[in-house]
C-alpha cells in the first residue's frame, strides 16, 4: 500500500514538472528579440522558445524597460539562455 502511495506522489510531482505552453507574444516582439539573437543559431531559437514558455508578453517586455534604463537583465532571460548552453544548444 506505502508503495502505492509513494508511486502516485511521484507521478504528481513529476506531472508539474512540465514546460510551460508558450505564452502569446506578437510577431514584432519575435523579431526584435531575432534582430540581435539570429533564428538559425540553435542557441537563439532555443532561448526564444525558453523566454515564451517562462514569462509573459507584459513581463518580457518589462524586463526589456529594466535592461534599457538599467542595465539589468532579468533571471528568466539570463536562465533560459543558460539553459540552452548547457543543453548544448550552439
Not at 514584432?28 to 514558455?53: G, H, L, M, N, Y
Not at 529594466?66 to 548547457?86: F, Q, S, W
Request: hydrophobic residues 35%; proline residues 6%.
Amino acid at each position: 500500500m506505502r508503495g502505492a502511495f509513494v508511486a502516485i506522489c511521484a507521478a504528481v510531482l513529476m506531472a508539474g514538472c512540465g514546460q510551460h505552453e508558450a505564452y502569446d507574444y506578437p510577431a514584432p516582439a519575435r523579431a526584435q528579440f531575432e534582430a540581435s539573437c539570429p533564428p538559425s543559431s540553435k542557441v537563439c531559437a532555443c532561448t526564444w522558445d525558453q523566454i515564451t514558455r517562462s514569462m509573459t508578453y507584459e513581463d518580457y517586455q518589462a524586463a526589456l524597460t529594466r535592461y534599457n534604463e538599467r542595465g539589468l537583465m532579468d533571471p528568466k532571460i539570463t536562465h533560459a539562455r543558460t539553459v540552452c548552453l548547457e543543453r548544448g544548444e550552439h
